[in-house]
T-cell receptor
Framework: AQTVTQSQPEMSVQEAETVTLSCTYD???????LFWYKQPPSRQMILVIR??????QNATENRFSVNFQKAAKSFSLKISDSQLGDAAMYFC??????????FGKGTRLHILP | EPEVTQTPSHQVTQMGQEVILRCVPI?????FYWYRQILGQKVEFLVS????????KSEIFDDQFSVERPDGSNFTLKIRSTKLEDSAMYFC???????????????FGPGTRLTVL
């Protein structure tokens, strides 16, 4: 069975600093994808970053990057130069091609001005 | 940029009533999904839909739920007899154009907040 675990229910970071959100997952699949979604107070789900499991290179999107450790089944999200607009709930998730996404319980990120 | 849309944004209904939540997926996508998120909890998969039929459904998706793609654009979730515990945010998502270069990223709509009284 696929599972996603986020062990940090809440985190805080000073504006302009860097923060890392942790995520571990379990799957028996060899071909899968990993995601980080952001959910602001509006509750819309916004894709932040995506990683294909077959790719060794860590994905990056501007200030967002991941540390993908396939053997350890770890997929952490690093946010550099944190901004007030980054405050949100962040969900780690995994999925397979054309298949449902399994979400973790989320980490609420607070940005301190 | 194309986006998934959902209507209504908020639906209030009485227990036992039927509700239909509507979604317009991205126009050239082929795979459609419904998820729900009870307040304060994680997002849970309900059902996936491809080629005009259900591909997979979760344990949550029991006989009170149904999905339909009545025309070429809308994708609906019907809850036949709502219960208090159906109160949640319902997200529609779509993915995959079918092209070889298409990514499998699921794009989510803004959600419909369902409140059952």
């Amino acid at each position: 069975a696929q599972t996603v675990t986020q062990s940090q229910p809440e985190m805080s970071v000073q504006e302009a600093e860097t923060v890392t959100l942790s995520c571990t997952y379990d799957t028996s699949e060899s071909d899968y994808y990993l995601f980080w979604y952001k959910q602001p107070p509006s509750r819309q789900m916004i894709l932040v970053i995506r990683q294909e499991a077959y790719k060794q290179q860590n994905a990056t999107e501007n200030r967002f990057s991941v540390n993908f450790q396939k053997a350890a089944k770890s997929f952490s999200l690093k946010i550099s130069d944190s901004q007030l607009g980054d405050a949100a709930m962040y969900f780690c998730a995994q999925g397979r091609r054309d298949d449902k996404i399994i979400f973790g319980k989320g980490t609420r990120l607070h940005i301190l001005p | 940029e194309p986006e998934v849309t959902q209507t209504p944004s908020h639906q209030v209904t009485q227990m036992g009533q039927e509700v239909i939540l509507r979604c317009v997926p991205i126009s050239n996508h082929l795979y459609f999904y419904w998820y729900r998120q009870i307040l304060g909890q994680k997002v849970e998969f309900l059902v996936s839909f491809y080629n005009n039929e259900i591909s997979e459904k979760s344990e949550i998706f029991d006989d009170q739920f149904s999905v339909e793609r009545p025309d070429g654009s809308n994708f609906t979730l019907k809850i036949r007899s709502t219960k208090l515990e159906d109160s949640a945010m319902y997200f529609c998502a779509s993915s995959h154009t079918g092209d070889l270069i298409s990514t499998d990223t699921q794009y989510f709509g803004p959600g419909t907040r369902l409140t059952v009284l």
